[in-house]
């Protein structure tokens, strides 16, 4: 089999970046704790939150994690993918708002 170059079992390895930093590393970690604890959103929406802004910013570990924390919280297969959706069409459209620049920029290039 081909190797990538995301390994599945390196998501396994995450708590050990407070190797090298320890300090921030609890820090980091004593934060994510806390944000993912029920609030005024319940521990299911967080994670598809988490899904969603995993395949929009585009990281293979996360993506794992929260597809399988989200199953396990409760969600199902048609509100996960529906969490995706919203992410993909907020992503294509600060691309798409991104063209406001480019008109601007036609505008002062052309007047």
Same mark, same amino acid.
């Given at each position: 089999? $081909? ?12 708590? *050990?970046?407070? $190797?090298?930093?320890?300090?921030? !590393? ?7 704790? $806390? &944000?993912?604890?029920e609030g005024a959103l319940?521990?299911?929406e967080k994670s598809l =939150?988490?899904?969603?802004?995993? @395949? ?5 570990y996360c993506i794992d994690?929260? /597809? ?8 199902? $297969? /048609?509100?996960?993918?529906?969490? =995706? @959706?919203?992410?993909?069409? =907020?992503?294509? !459209?600060?691309?798409? &708002?991104?063209? &406001?620049?480019?008109? *601007?920029? =036609? ?5």
């Amino acid at each position: 089999m $081909e190797k990538s170059y995301y390994d599945p079992k390196d998501l396994k390895k995450f708590g *050990n970046i407070s $190797e090298l930093q320890p300090k921030l !590393g609890k820090k980091f970690f004593d934060y994510y704790g $806390e &944000v993912f604890k029920e609030g005024a959103l319940t521990q299911r929406e967080k994670s598809l =939150i988490a899904l969603a802004v995993s @395949h929009a910013v585009q990281c293979p570990y996360c993506i794992d994690a929260y /597809t399988a924390d989200s199953l396990e919280k409760g969600a199902d $297969e /048609t509100q996960m993918m529906e969490a =995706i @959706h919203v992410a993909a069409a =907020i992503k294509s !459209g600060a691309v798409l &708002v991104h063209g &406001v620049q480019m008109m *601007n920029k =036609i505008d002062d290039l052309t007047m």
